[in-house]
């Protein structure tokens, strides 16, 4: 069974920098493309950013320059470095992995406000 499990989301003010994980299980992540997701209230959820295998990433807009995702296969898991948050950040932030599914783990709170 695949499980992805987020942690590290929190309230911080502007300009602040969180640090998000997603620990993998049930899944060799290191054969698969892994991505994050965020969904704002009454939004669409959208892609943030996702690296492939070996690596290559890709970003949102609105993420680079921002945000860096990277990945530790060794510990099957995944990682969203967000710094220079805005208010506009404040969303659920999902980790998300297709490889014969589509699995999502639970999500992760992030809400930048002062």
């Known amino acids: 069974q695949v499980q992805l499990v987020e942690s590290g989301g929190g309230s911080v003010q502007p300009g602040g920098s969180l640090k998000l994980t997603c620990v993998a299980s049930?899944?060799?992540?290191?054969?698969?493309?892994m991505n994050w997701y965020r969904q704002a209230p009454g939004k669409d959820r959208e892609l943030v950013a996702g690296?492939?295998?070996?690596?290559?990433?890709i970003y949102a807009d609105f993420a680079k320059g921002r945000f860096t995702i990277s990945r530790d296969d060794a510990k099957n898991a995944v990682y969203l470095q967000m710094n220079s948050l805005k208010p506009e950040d404040t969303a659920v932030y999902y980790c998300?992995?297709?490889?014969?599914?589509?699995?999502w783990g639970q999500g992760t709170q992030v809400t930048v406000s002062s």
């Open positions: 998300n992995v297709f490889s014969i599914s589509e699995y």
């Open positions: 049930g899944i060799n992540i290191r054969r698969y493309r």
């Open positions: 690296i492939s295998r070996g690596g290559p990433t």
